[in-house]
């Protein structure tokens, strides 16, 4: 079977046993601060686990990408040289959200893989593990399967710590987590390996095809395992895995998805394929770096960029290593499209921005490689010992853009190591950037944890009644608030907007009797609404009813400004291209901002036809229209999902008439008149790749426009002039400037030229050598030069050092006659008297410039003149 037909297969399977098929989720993870990359199935169903999220269904079953190449779960040293490690990979994965347990997870599993309609592996080739003292499962797999007792394993905690097992699964530190059973296949005795839990269980021969996890705790911080509100299933098979079983084949790269992939990446680069390590690097790469650019991530210096960044340098060194010259990488990426393009249609429609990315990246590295290569080997081949030291390593990274990993890589093929905690040590200013990853341990039980769910009715209302089902203080649970305590409380509904999709949470305040609280901030968990603020006044009660009223001027300037972003987001996709996409947003009151994909500054044309088509569209004055439906009919409408949301079954689906369709649960117009005009106010980078625009709308783009045009009537009183003719008037004055510039140089050069006169005079005689050094209060560095030009050619053999402070700064002018050169060097002169007046200078042996800040201490930089000649000479 291809990998293709074992998707489908098992997708299928799973439908047949009343699981709903759900789309993989994004790779950046949606609302998880705890991890770095989806890099399992369950990542997206893990509010689901914890009991935090309902859904229209309580069994799943779906393909998710993952990627592992940075933070905890890292695969990317091991990627190329063994079998089956990826950076890249899918899993396949049947959920069960407290409705079937043990023992229909594991008779799932075992009807898939042996079952002659299914996959029809031989039952004698399946061996079982279970954790220790799970004799449930193991009951299940013996007496019920039927699985011989030879052929099953029990596992302990054999990584040193309680519950550390490889049959006892945990999410991370904290989290969802409990013991697990695993399925391996045996591929016969003629490749080296023992079963599982013996001393050669980390050889070929057994290979673990299938985990199922029964996810039975929540652990918190405390190490302590709490019971989950209903036991779960989380399951995993690894299509590639799966697929070389399926294939008879050994290695991953064997199968039929590598060997189009290997092929592509042979012709792409110029060599033979023939099994190189270097070259199933480049395979594997190419479907991370791909599906992680196709979900929104772009090459950077810190956090996803900076683990894409590192990826595709890896890459590009490898094909470089097999002969590939030029930019080879972005090449492959038709062959990826034509792979899998059709299970992740966000590989086609975003080929053309992948392959754009790639390009540009490998451009920018080749630029440093080379260079920062030779480098290297010059270390290397000084080194003492099998230890690159730390500093080394940094320097390649700080000045030549080296991951730390891809010298690593250049070390290991040498049988060297690297010094780590020296890098770490070297990179301590450089860390939050470099290793960002970290930032994403957040323990997830630190969270505001509430088991209700507050129904929100701010669509239609500003305000309205509601009763206090929770309080907090400090994040904890209180039963009372007290007048001035800060705090969050959580209502059975509110009309306030909790943040999200880039729009601010509402403000307003809340009213129980004589109690009043001041809500500055609304967020939310889980299914709660979280109104955070200070009580003005009396005490607040959980139970008391409370009235609700949201700021309502401040809601209206909102809306405007998010509505006018999704025009904004559609007429960006219409003038520059379909290659947009959203990479951040945040609406206020007082103006939006939106960040999107996009490779060069916007042209002043262009942003003026952004302004027009936003602006028509708003004349048209089309009623905003909101729809709930589910997320495919939501796609088929053509609605776009935002970069960064997460999307639950249901979801809202926002029309402006036929010019922007997109899936957004905030809080709009009733009509794009409503937003009155757009004024775009600016327009930059922030990362590479990256462009952001700052606009106004409504009453605060008129201010703007006010504002604006009292500095024109400003600047036209300035040069005498209206504005009819202040363009006219403004051209003269700069004519003007211009002319008296061209006349006052010409006037300091006579000026300079009569000091020559008389400087020369006053040169001292040094073992033969005519020696000035003179202060000149005033005059500029170009004045210098000109100056120690003409004293050079009046004095013969001369070294010449002139002096100024000019507006506020020292500025230095050395000089040494071509037949001195060879003895006495302007540039070193120059070092020593701009450090005398703490600044900086250089330049060729008979001419350097400098400078400082230090004007007290020029007397004393001057007077050095005399003893640098008579110690050179």
Same mark, same amino acid.
């Given at each position: 079977?291809?990998?293709?037909?074992?998707?489908?297969?098992?997708?299928?399977?799973?439908?047949?046993?009343?699981?709903?098929?759900?789309?993989?989720?994004?790779?950046?993870?949606?609302?998880?601060?705890t991890l770095?990359?989806?890099?399992?199935?369950?990542?997206?169903?893990?509010?689901?686990?914890?009991?935090?999220?309902?859904?229209?269904?309580?069994?799943?079953?779906?393909?998710?990408?993952?990627?592992?190449?940075?933070?905890?779960?890292?695969?990317?040293?091991?990627?190329?040289?063994?079998?089956?490690?990826?950076?890249?990979?899918?899993?396949?994965?049947?959920?069960?959200?407290?409705?079937?347990?043990?023992?229909?997870?594991?008779?799932?599993?075992?009807?898939?893989?042996?079952?002659?309609?299914?996959?029809?592996?031989?039952?004698?080739?399946?061996?079982?593990?279970?954790?220790?003292?799970?004799?449930?499962?193991?009951?299940?797999?013996?007496?019920?399967?039927?699985?011989?007792?030879?052929?099953?394993?029990?596992?302990?905690?054999?990584?040193?710590?309680?519950?550390?097992?490889?049959?006892?699964?945990?999410?991370?530190?904290?989290g969802?987590?409990?013991?697990?059973?695993?399925?391996?296949?045996?591929?016969?005795?003629?490749?080296?390996?023992?079963?599982?839990?013996s001393?050669?269980?980390?050889?070929?021969?057994?290979?673990?095809?299938?985990?199922?996890?029964?996810?039975?705790?929540?652990?918190?911080?405390?190490?302590?395992?709490?019971?989950?509100?209903?036991?779960?299933?989380d399951?995993?098979?690894?299509?590639?895995?799966?697929?070389?079983?399926?294939?008879?084949?050994?290695?991953?790269?064997?199968?039929?998805?590598?060997?189009?992939?290997?092929?592509?990446?042979?012709?792409?680069?110029?060599?033979?394929?023939?099994?190189?390590?270097?070259?199933?690097?480049?395979?594997?790469?190419?479907?991370?770096?791909?599906?992680?650019?196709?979900?929104?991530?772009?090459?950077?210096?810190?956090?996803?960029?900076?683990?894409?960044?590192?990826?595709?340098?890896?890459a590009?060194?490898h094909?470089?290593?097999?002969?590939?010259?030029?930019?080879?990488?972005?090449?492959?990426?038709?062959?990826?499209?034509?792979?899998?393009?059709?299970?992740?249609?966000?590989?086609?429609?975003?080929?053309?921005?992948?392959?754009?990315?790639?390009?540009?990246?490998?451009?920018?590295?080749?630029?440093?490689?080379?260079?920062?290569l030779?480098?290297?080997?010059?270390?290397?081949?000084?080194?003492?010992?099998?230890?690159?030291?730390?500093?080394?390593v940094?320097?390649?990274?700080?000045?030549?853009?080296?991951?730390?990993?891809?010298?690593?890589?250049?070390?290991?093929?040498?049988?060297?190591?690297?010094?780590?905690?020296?890098?770490?040590?070297?990179?301590?200013?450089?860390?939050?950037?470099?290793?960002?990853?970290?930032?994403?341990?957040?323990?997830?039980?630190?969270?505001?944890?509430?088991?209700?769910?507050?129904?929100?009715?701010?669509?239609?209302?500003?305000?309205?009644?509601?009763?206090?089902?929770?309080?907090y203080?400090?994040?904890?649970?209180?039963?009372?608030?007290?007048?001035?305590?800060?705090?969050?409380?959580?209502?059975?509904?509110?009309?306030?907007?909790?943040?999200?999709?880039?729009?601010?949470?509402?403000?307003?305040?809340?009213?129980?009797?004589?109690?009043?609280?001041?809500?500055?901030?609304?967020?939310?968990?889980?299914?709660?609404?979280?109104?955070?603020?200070?009580?003005?006044?009396?005490?607040?009660?959980?139970?008391?009813?409370?009235?609700?009223?949201v700021?309502?001027?401040?809601?209206?300037?909102?809306?405007?400004?998010?509505? =006018?972003?999704?025009? +904004?987001? !559609? *007429?960006?996709? &219409?003038?520059?291209?379909?290659?947009?996409?959203? /990479? #951040? @947003?945040?609406?206020?009151?007082?103006?939006?901002?939106?960040?999107?994909?996009?490779?060069?500054?916007?042209?002043?044309?262009?942003?003026?036809?952004?302004?027009?088509?936003?602006?028509?569209?708003?004349?048209?004055?089309?009623?905003?229209?909101?729809?709930?439906?589910?997320?495919?009919?939501?796609?088929?409408?053509?609605?776009?999902?935002?970069?960064?949301?997460?999307?639950?079954?249901?979801?809202?689906?926002?029309s402006?008439?036929?010019?922007s369709?997109?899936?957004?649960?905030?809080?709009?117009?009733?009509?794009?008149?409503?937003?009155?005009?757009?004024?775009?106010?600016?327009?930059?980078?922030?990362a590479?790749?990256?462009?952001?625009?700052?606009?106004?709308?409504?009453?605060? =783009?008129?201010?703007? +426009?006010? !504002? *604006?045009?009292? &500095?024109?009537?400003?600047?036209?009183?300035?040069? /005498? #002039? @209206?504005?009819?003719?202040?363009?006219?008037?403004?051209?003269?004055?700069?004519?003007?400037?211009?002319?008296?510039?061209?006349?006052?140089?010409?006037?300091?050069?006579?000026?300079?030229?009569?000091?020559?006169?008389?400087?020369?005079?006053?040169?001292?005689?040094?073992?033969g050598?005519?020696v000035?050094?003179?202060?000149?209060?005033?005059?500029?560095?170009?004045?210098?030069?000109a100056?120690?030009?003409?004293?050079?050619?009046?004095?013969?053999?001369?070294?010449?050092?002139?002096?100024?402070?000019?507006?506020?700064?020292?500025?230095?002018?050395?000089?040494?006659?071509?037949?001195?050169t060879?003895?006495?060097?302007?540039?070193?002169?120059?070092?020593?008297?701009?450090?005398?007046?703490?600044?900086?200078?250089?330049?060729?042996?008979?001419?350097?410039?400098?400078?400082?800040?230090?004007?007290?201490?020029?007397?004393?930089?001057?007077?050095?003149?005399?003893?640098?000649?008579?110690?050179?000479?």
């Open positions: 079977m291809k990998s293709a037909e074992i998707r489908e297969a098992f997708l299928r399977f799973f439908e047949e046993q009343g699981h709903t098929r759900v789309a993989s989720s994004s790779l950046i993870p949606g609302n998880d601060p770095l990359f989806t890099n399992a199935g369950m990542n997206q169903f893990k509010d689901c686990f914890l009991g935090q999220e309902k859904r229209a269904y309580t069994r799943a079953v779906s393909s998710q990408k993952c990627v592992r190449a940075g933070g905890k779960h890292n695969d990317l040293e091991n990627v190329g040289y063994t079998a089956r490690h990826h950076t890249f990979f899918e899993m396949l994965g049947n959920f069960s959200f407290g409705d079937y347990f043990k023992r229909d997870a594991i008779t799932f599993a075992w009807t898939f893989l042996t079952s002659d309609k299914w996959l029809n592996l031989p039952k004698e080739k399946l061996w079982v593990t279970v954790y220790a003292s799970d004799d449930e499962a193991y009951d299940i797999w013996t007496k019920e399967v039927g699985v011989p007792a030879e052929r099953m394993v029990r596992i302990g905690d054999n990584k040193g710590a309680p519950y550390a097992s490889d049959n006892f699964w945990t999410m991370g530190d904290t969802p987590c409990g013991p697990c059973t695993e399925i391996f296949y045996d591929h016969g005795a003629d490749i080296w390996g023992g079963p599982p839990g001393p050669e269980e980390d050889g070929d021969r057994y290979i673990e095809i299938w985990n199922n996890v029964f996810m039975q705790f929540n652990r918190t911080a405390d190490g302590v395992l709490h019971p989950l509100p209903a036991p779960s299933v399951t995993g098979m690894g299509l590639e895995r799966i697929s070389a079983v399926l294939q008879h084949v050994h290695s991953n790269y064997e199968i039929d998805l590598f060997q189009s992939l290997l092929s592509a990446s042979a012709k792409a680069i110029g060599c033979t394929n023939d099994n190189q390590a270097s070259l199933k690097v480049v395979a594997d790469h190419i479907r991370s770096c791909g599906f992680l650019i196709a979900d929104g991530v772009l090459p950077s210096n810190e956090g996803r960029g900076y683990v894409l960044r590192r990826i595709i340098r890896r590009c060194r094909g470089n290593k097999l002969g590939a010259k030029g930019s080879f990488f972005y090449q492959i990426v038709a062959a990826l499209v034509a792979e899998m393009g059709e299970a992740f249609p966000e590989l086609k429609s975003q080929q053309a921005h992948i392959e754009r990315v790639l390009k540009a990246e490998e451009e920018q590295f080749a630029k440093t490689l080379e260079q920062g030779k480098i290297l080997e010059q270390d290397l081949a000084e080194l003492k010992g099998d230890v690159v030291p730390g500093d080394v940094f320097k390649l990274y700080d000045t030549y853009g080296f991951p730390m990993d891809l010298t690593g890589d250049i070390a290991r093929e040498r049988n060297l190591t690297i010094d780590e905690e020296g890098f770490e040590r070297e990179m301590e200013a450089q860390r939050v950037r470099a290793r960002s990853a970290s930032s994403f341990g957040m323990d997830y039980n630190s969270l505001v944890k509430v088991d209700v769910a507050t129904e929100f009715t701010g669509y239609t209302a500003h305000s309205g009644s509601a009763k206090i089902v929770a309080l203080k400090e994040g904890q649970s209180v039963d009372v608030l007290s007048e001035g305590e800060e705090g969050v409380v959580v209502l059975d509904k509110t009309p306030f907007y909790a943040e999200s999709g880039g729009q601010i949470g509402d403000c307003g305040f809340l009213q129980a009797g004589a109690a009043r609280f001041d809500v500055r901030d609304t967020t939310k968990t889980g299914g709660a609404f979280l109104h955070h603020g200070v009580l003005d006044s009396g005490s607040l009660i959980v139970g008391a009813p409370v009235e609700t009223h700021d309502a001027e401040v809601r209206h300037a909102t809306s405007l400004n998010h509505s =006018a972003t999704h025009l +904004l987001h !559609a *007429a960006l996709r &219409q003038v520059l291209g379909e290659h947009v996409q959203q /990479k #951040g @947003s945040l609406v206020d009151s007082q103006r939006l901002r939106f960040d999107f994909s996009h490779f060069e500054a916007i042209k002043p044309e262009q942003l003026k036809a952004l302004e027009d088509i936003v602006n028509a569209e708003i004349r048209k004055n089309s009623e905003v229209e909101t729809e709930e439906t589910d997320i495919e009919t939501a796609k088929q409408k053509g609605a776009m999902a935002l970069f960064g949301e997460k999307y639950g079954d249901s979801v809202r689906v926002l402006m008439g036929d010019f369709v997109e899936l957004c649960g905030g809080i709009h117009a009733t009509r794009t008149g409503d937003i009155g005009l757009l004024k775009i106010i600016s327009e930059g980078g922030v590479s790749g990256v462009r952001r625009i700052e606009a106004v709308t409504g009453a605060a =783009a008129l201010a703007y +426009l006010n !504002a *604006a045009e009292e &500095q024109l009537k400003e600047a036209a009183n300035l040069v /005498k #002039g @209206s504005r009819d003719n202040l363009i006219d008037k403004l051209s003269a004055v700069l004519e003007r400037s211009r002319l008296l510039e061209k006349q006052l140089e010409q006037l300091q050069a006579k000026a300079a030229s009569a000091a020559g006169d008389d400087l020369s005079a006053s040169a001292l005689d040094v073992k050598v005519k000035l050094a003179v202060r000149l209060d005033g005059q500029d560095g170009k004045a210098l030069l100056l120690v030009d003409q004293l050079k050619n009046k004095l013969g053999r001369a070294v010449i050092l002139l002096g100024s402070v000019h507006e506020e700064k020292v500025v230095l002018v050395a000089g040494v006659t071509k037949d001195l060879g003895q006495l060097k302007a540039g070193d002169l120059m070092k020593q008297a701009a450090a005398a007046v703490g600044g900086k200078g250089g330049g060729r042996p008979d001419m350097a410039q400098g400078g400082g800040t230090d004007a007290g201490a020029l007397d004393a930089a001057l007077a050095l003149t005399v003893p640098f000649v008579e110690q050179g000479l």
